[in-house]
Nanobody, 124 residues
Framework: QVQLAESGGGLVQAGGSLRLSCAAS????????MGWFRQAPGLEREFVAA????????DYVDSVKGRFTISRDSAKNTVYLQMNKLKPEDTADYYC?????????????????WGQGTQVTVSS
């Protein structure tokens, strides 16, 4: 069992930045590929970014490439999502997730553990 806890959400103006954090506890953090998903009101949860268990591979949805950066700190059992140049369409609840296989990183069912989410609101 892995417990995930997100933090760092909030209200920011368009063009601003936020850094989300996800602290992991329980089973070995380094055994999992970590990802971020988001869900806007009335929409399905979607993949945003992922980082491999060794930190060498990253993957982003096209809409955030060049603006968001995912990273992980194994010493702190924490994964981060640095979000720059935020847009109103980035407004959503953001969820941290842990996946056992890289090939399934983008699939909701491919992620075994989920956090409770943190809200991000970008005003225009």
């Amino acid at each position: 069992q892995v417990q995930l806890a997100e933090s760092g959400g909030g209200l920011v103006q368009a063009g601003g930045s936020l850094r989300l954090s996800c602290a992991a506890s329980g089973r070995t953090f380094s055994n999992y590929h970590m990802g971020w998903f988001r869900q806007a009101p009335g929409l399905e949860r979607e993949f945003v970014a992922a980082v491999s268990l060794n930190g060498l591979l990253t993957d982003y949805v096209d809409s955030v490439k060049g603006r968001f950066t995912i990273s992980r700190d194994s010493a702190k059992n924490t994964v981060y999502l640095q979000m720059n140049k935020l847009k109103p369409e980035d407004t959503a609840d953001y969820y941290c997730a842990a996946a056992p296989t890289w090939s399934n990183r983008r699939a909701l069912k491919g992620n075994l553990y989920w956090g409770q989410g943190t809200q991000v609101t970008v005003s225009s």
